[in-house]
């Protein structure tokens, strides 16, 4: 069986449209008024205008399932929300679907995520973005391609998530990461529903990163050495979007992590969910 890599260089993916190879480029695009704590620190003030050539432009709403008032802040989307899109990007499966935002890497992991939950086989996140297309000395366009002509279908659940109680469960007998920042994950006595899921250990999304790419395999391996014991893994953030970047990234050095797509919105929407503060897991 062959193992598809998670993530696509620039170099790689130009080659590939150059040679004409069924790859299906993605544009995710999100409100910067809703991107997560601290995003702003990985976003360039200056978007360059134009993207990447035959990119789709997609919308991040568009992933994102009915919210309702325990569902969270990004509930998963419904069967007829992927498979519409997959058809109007013109997606086959023997397709490749590489992703990129210029918003923030996580709003385009967090689509890598749902399009390999749904079951697409071959996604790729562009590692870099915009700017590692732009660096290998790539050009942009304001041409969008025409849209209709897809094939595949979507089998949703085909990567592992959690509920609230299998990730309150992985908390106490695997190892389950808090990717939000230390601050949101330490607490504040002036926030009632901030602190943490008891057991949780903090691996911030954003760690993940250097400046803008992701780090190697090796610094990959040691950052999440204490967790790589044979025990399940999983991760949450705020709304199940930085949390991708810690799957993405385990991806990469060949580790399965699960996602709690409702994570700490949904967690707290109950009130009867135990909240741990601090430093310490709890």
Known sequence: MTVVPPVISAVELAAALDAGADVVVLEVRRDRDTLPAGAHLALSDEVPAGHLPGAHLVDFAALVGPRTETSGNGPLPRESQVQELLEQWGVHESSVVAVYSPDHPSSASRVWWVLRWAGLADVRFLDGGLSAWLAAGQELTDTRPASGGGTARVRLGSLPTLDAESAGALARDGHLLDARGIGAYTGSGDDATSGHIPGAHSLPGVDNLREGYLADADTLRGLYAPYLTGAPIGS???????????????????????????????????????????????
């Open 236 to 282: 949450y953030c705020g709304g199940g979007v930085a949390a991708t970047l810690d799957v993405l990234a385990l991806s990469t050095i060949g580790v399965t992590a699960a996602l709690y797509p409702g994570s700490w919105s949904h967690w707290t929407a109950d009130p009867a969910r135990p909240i741990a503060t601090g430093t310490l897991p709890g």
